[in-house]
């Protein structure tokens, strides 16, 4: 069962910041937080992944809270192609997992950017 | 220059065949899995593989045989095909490196059982 708890849509205009939640109230303290979004008819794509610090690449910034319950994944500039279901997952990390750790995917939000 | 790729992309078939998805990835990934993401679009573990070997089996049916013949390769057997597997499935590998083993997803199999 998913761990997570994450509106199930949300819009957005174009050229503007995406703030997308999420809650993990229950999250033990080896694991860590994952960001995947599925484009339609596409594979589910990784954005970004954090444990307690803030995070940001290239393409999106995720802040995690102090008690790590929950998070927010940023898309500083959202496009028409960011229209896609994003999914918050945590999985404990740690040694070599030798194909151990699965994602666990919930039902994630449906972003919508809007021209 | 594709990172993984799976044959074929849509596969349509009768109740009760038997029909293989193929699976490569060039990343020298050592690990590989299979994911079904069903009508509702709930996406599921379903094998994993490390170095060949069989990791997690989350609970399929028999019908369904992973192989692997190296590490870069996991096909997808399914025997006495029924209307319920009817769904996407997707590949994806990832490489073992503790913390950052990000898994990356082929473009998925819609398997359609008539």
């Known amino acids: 069962d998913a761990k997570t708890t994450q509106p199930t849509s949300m819009d957005c205009a174009e050229g503007r910041a995406a703030n997308l939640p999420c809650n993990h109230s229950?999250?033990?303290?080896?694991?860590?937080v994952y960001w995947y979004r599925q484009i339609h008819s596409q594979g589910p794509q990784y954005i970004i992944h954090?444990?307690?610090n803030n995070e940001t690449n290239e393409m999106a910034s995720l802040i995690i809270t102090e008690d790590r319950k929950s998070s927010t994944l940023i898309l500083p500039h959202a496009t028409l192609r960011d229209t896609a279901v994003y999914y918050c997952?945590?999985?404990?990390?740690?040694?070599?997992?030798?194909?151990?750790?699965?994602?666990?995917f919930g039902t994630g939000t449906r972003l919508t950017i809007i021209p | 220059d594709t990172a993984v790729s799976q044959t074929p992309k849509y596969l349509v078939t009768q109740m009760g065949n038997d029909k293989s998805i193929k699976c490569e990835q060039n990343?020298?990934?050592?690990?590989m899995y299979w994911y079904k993401q069903d009508s509702k679009k709930f996406l599921k573990i379903m094998f994993s593989?490390?170095?060949?070997?069989?990791?997690i089996n989350e609970t399929v049916p028999n019908r369904f045989s992973p192989k692997s013949p190296d590490k870069a390769h996991l096909n997808l057997h399914i025997n006495s095909l029924e209307l319920g597997d009817s769904a996407v499935y997707f590949c994806?590998?990832?490489?073992?490196?503790?913390?950052?083993?990000?898994?990356?997803f082929g473009p998925g199999t819609r398997l359609t059982v008539l």
């Open positions: 994806a590998s990832s490489q073992d490196q503790g913390s950052t083993d990000t898994q990356y």
């Open positions: 229950t999250i033990s303290g080896n694991e860590y």
């Open positions: 954090g444990l307690k």
């Open positions: 997952i945590v999985r404990v990390m740690g040694m070599i997992n030798f194909g151990n750790e699965k994602l666990t």
């Open positions: 990343l020298g990934h050592d690990t």
């Open positions: 593989y490390n170095n060949k070997e069989l990791i």
